[in-house]
């Protein structure tokens, strides 16, 4: 198993996670994440005074799949969130030891499977 | 029938009402004297609404302080202002009214304590009238207060408020109003009265002067000022909630200035709300130029703290000035606060710019009478503005002698005010203290303080869920989660760290 930590556009996400539904990966988080990277800060003024944010609000995209489905998510997150410019982020691959149902208590592969019937509403 | 007969009693009353003369056999002076009550309640009807716009103030001073304050110093802005408001009022009206209203001498008035029926203040027994004024008076003082606690937001002591709030309305305000409104010391001098229609000096600059002492013993918040002394910025945490106060400033302050007339006559009152407005317009105006131009961008604080500060200007001239003049005293205060709100950053932590935009344009505002005061509109003995001695036929020796007068009203305020208040605020730091523990500040004084938060969502995740869901997997439940504790690290301070 993998965990897949992408750190992306905010813009970015919707599609991700519109195509990775339609290929069958329902189960996802974001985290609302704020770091620096070599995109620079932001300057903002307020009361005529300046203000520099050294880092930027970005999403923290994380995906936990089986080994072999790690290279179409990483693909699917390339697709979308990159647009050439500094600031698209970066993916972390993470080696995964244990997946655990909490309804069910079940653990394995099969918990990173969507069920038939959630597919759609997931 | 019975409808009948009770539109006849009606038609009766009203004749009875309306035509005094012809329904009964009243005398011409009967006639004058009922009109005279008229005329009186009418009055009082007025300075009733100007009343509540002016308590209404006190909301604006509240929206504006918390949109300046960061989110752990959201609910704090709540309880100090209904607090003082609670406060004040009962000093006013046990001490401050009859030091400010109470004839008495030059310096302080000596009746009218504990206002009450079957009392004579000023030498006139008490009617409903009085009263009126009386809490008329009261909503003044309260905004004056409101103005102090501006510069103290996000770290000053909760318990400093009940004692200076209790000072500044029996003592501190009382005294500066009854030198220029209650006959004392600044209703004449060398036959001048210091023109101040609304409190520009009596009310704002009283309120800034207050605000600059508890500054100083106060200090600036934790992160304001880097190793090196450059001041940094510390944002305000909701523009939105800024607007939302100033607008609710800027329509309490037609009761401000409107209700300064004190009567219909004339409605006089329609001439000082359009001056107050123009130069609240140019404030904005003259704000939104000036940080344009410092900053290249259009700064929404500042648009609001230049409404501020042109109300504040014309507060003085408003019922003084021809409209021409209005615009004029609004865009130049709209430039002060700006460049002041700025130069005062460098020294001393103001998050409101409650010194620039009340204590500035405040002294802008009073001197401005003696530049622009129109020979139309001046009080009884005054000078008119320095204007009309340079392009009018007026004496020119006359408007400079009013514009001394005015200055002194400023030095005068500045003076009184600064002393007590320094005093006052030394005493309090001596004793109960002044202010927060860094640790309390860190925390924010919402939760230190009051120990609730002012955004509960933000802190602690959804509480009501924390303890007795059912649990369907039959295992012990999770323990709730400890309440936050007061280690909340500040995400914007914390960057230099």
């Known amino acids: 198993m993998k965990k897949i930590e992408a750190f ?115 | 029938m019975k409808r009948k007969l009770g539109l006849a009693a009606l038609l009766a009353a009203f004749a009875a009402l309306v035509l005094p003369a012809v329904a009964s056999a009243a005398t011409l002076p009967e006639v004058a004297t009922g009109l005279e009550e008229k005329v009186g309640e009418l009055n009082m009807t007025w300075v009733a609404v100007a009343c509540v716009l002016v308590f209404l103030m006190q909301c604006g001073f509240m929206f504006l302080e918390i949109g300046f ?163 940094r910025v510390i944002p305000g945490h909701s523009m939105p909630l800024v607007g939302l106060g100033v607008i609710i400033l800027w329509i309490g302050w037609f009761g401000f200035n409107g209700g300064s007339t004190f009567e219909t006559a004339g409605s006089f009152f329609g001439e000082v709300m359009l001056n107050t407005q123009l130069a609240a317009a140019a404030g904005v105006i003259g704000a939104s130029i000036a940080v344009y131009l410092k900053s290249r961008s259009l700064d929404v604080g500042m648009a609001g703290n230049g409404a501020i500060a042109g109300l504040v200007g014309i507060t003085a001239p408003s019922g003084y000035v021809e409209y021409w003049a209005a615009p004029i005293v609004g865009i130049v205060a709209g430039f002060l606060v700006v460049f002041a709100v700025l130069a005062i950053d460098k020294l001393l932590d103001d998050p409101v710019g409650a010194l620039s935009a009340h204590g500035l344009a405040g002294i802008w505002g009073t001197l401005s009478v003696g530049l622009f005061a129109s020979p139309r509109l001046i009080a009884e003995g005054a000078g008119p503005g320095v204007w009309y001695g340079i392009f009018g036929d007026q004496p020119l020796s006359n408007s400079l002698g009013q514009l001394g007068v005015q200055g002194l009203a400023v030095l005068f305020t500045f003076v009184v005010v600064f002393a007590i208040s320094i005093v006052t605020f030394a005493l309090i730091k001596a004793t109960i203290g002044l202010r927060v523990s860094d640790e309390e500040e860190e925390a924010g004084l919402d939760i230190s303080s009051h120990g609730m938060y002012g955004y509960p969502e933000q802190f602690i995740p959804q509480p009501e869920y924390s303890t007795g869901l059912p649990n369907t997997m039959g295992v012990p439940p999770v323990p709730a989660a400890a309440p936050a504790q007061m280690t909340a690290t500040e995400s914007l301070g914390g960057l230099d760290a």
Not at chain 2, 135 to 151: D, E, P, R
């Open chain 1, 8 to 122: 992306i556009r905010h813009e970015a996400f919707e599609p991700i996670r519109t195509e990775l539904l339609e290929k069958g990966f329902p189960s996802l988080s974001i985290i609302e994440a704020k770091g620096s990277g070599r995109q620079k800060g932001i300057v903002e003024q307020y009361r005529g005074s300046t203000l520099t944010v050294n880092v930027r609000p970005k999403l923290k995209l994380e995906v936990v799949v089986e080994d072999k489905d790690k290279p179409l998510v990483v693909e699917t997150i390339l697709k979308h969130a990159r647009t050439g410019e500094v600031g698209d982020g970066k993916i972390f691959v993470l080696p995964v030891e244990e997946a655990i149902r909490i309804r069910t208590g079940e653990g394995g592969e099969p918990v990173l499977q969507a069920h038939e019937e959630e597919e759609t509403t997931a």
């Open chain 2, 69 to 231: 304050s960061r989110q752990k110093n959201a609910g704090t802005g709540v309880a100090k202002v209904l607090v003082n408001f609670a406060i004040v009022t009962l000093a006013w009206w046990a001490i401050g009214y009859g030091i400010a209203e109470g004839g008495g001498n030059n310096f302080f008035g000596d009746s009218g304590f504990f206002f009450h029926f079957d009392q004579t203040v000023a030498g006139e027994a008490v009617t409903g009238e009085s009263a009126m004024l009386m809490l008329y008076g009261m909503a003044f003082c309260a905004v004056s207060l409101a103005i102090v606690w501006g510069t103290t937001l996000e770290r000053i002591k909760f318990g400093a408020y009940v004692v200076y709030a209790a000072v500044f309305g029996a003592i501190i305000y009382p005294l500066v109003a009854h030198a220029v409104w209650g006959g004392g010391l600044l209703s004449d001098i060398g036959g001048k009265p210091v023109m101040d229609f609304a409190g520009s000096s009596v009310v704002h600059l009283t309120g800034a002067v207050g605000a600059l002492a508890a500054l100083l013993l106060l200090g600036a918040r934790k992160g304001k000022y880097d190793a090196n002394g450059n001041p």
